[in-house]
């Protein structure tokens, strides 16, 4: 199956909602990183453990909406061998997926830093946290980079051109 049959379902308006989900999760991201320069303030990790409970809402609506935007290639599954559009957009999904896991972890763990920073001003782990922190927002990044990248090579011509330079635009801001 050529690449391009499997894109010609991806319209322009498709791709703009999909960046306008990206700009808002590359926004949560800089604001992450941002209480991640801030820590050990408590100020920064309540607005992180804020922050991390919007990126795990949004990480979850962001996979229903790829689950819309691209079913010919995740109906596709492991049994499309030699397929590279199903074989691309299954690692986005995988890493999507594992952004997901760690906005997860990362939350609680946010979660349980207040409490103990509660108990004990001053006394939670900031550098692991940070450290939490930076991994999530990161890979977040990478995850949606590499969709955008996958979805501006692989559509090829299917891609309207208004589209495709919003993907142009967003990978160069990013």
């Keep these: 199956m050529p690449a391009g049959a499997v894109m010609t379902r991806l319209t322009s308006a498709d791709v703009t909602a999909m960046l306008v989900q990206h700009a808002g999760l590359r926004s949560l991201c800089d604001e992450l990183e941002a209480c991640a320069d801030q820590l050990p303030d408590r100020a920064s990790l309540h607005h992180a453990t804020r922050l991390s409970a919007v990126l795990v809402a949004d990480l979850r609506r962001h996979d229903r909406f790829d689950r819309l935007l691209l079913p010919p290639v995740v109906a596709c599954g492991p049994d499309a061998a030699g397929n590279p559009m199903a074989s691309l957009f299954g690692r986005v999904r995988i890493a999507h997926g594992a ?51 996958a979805i501006l090579l692989l559509a090829g011509e299917s891609l309207a051109i208004g589209a495709r330079q919003r993907l142009c635009s967003s990978l160069a801001g990013a």
């Design 99 to 149: 952004d997901q896991l760690h906005a997860e972890d990362l939350h609680e763990t946010l979660q349980e830093a207040l409490q103990a920073a509660a108990a004990q001003p001053g006394r939670f782990r900031h550098d692991a946290i940070g450290y939490m922190m930076r991994a999530l927002f990161d890979g977040c990044r990478r995850s949606i980079d590499f969709q955008e990248i």
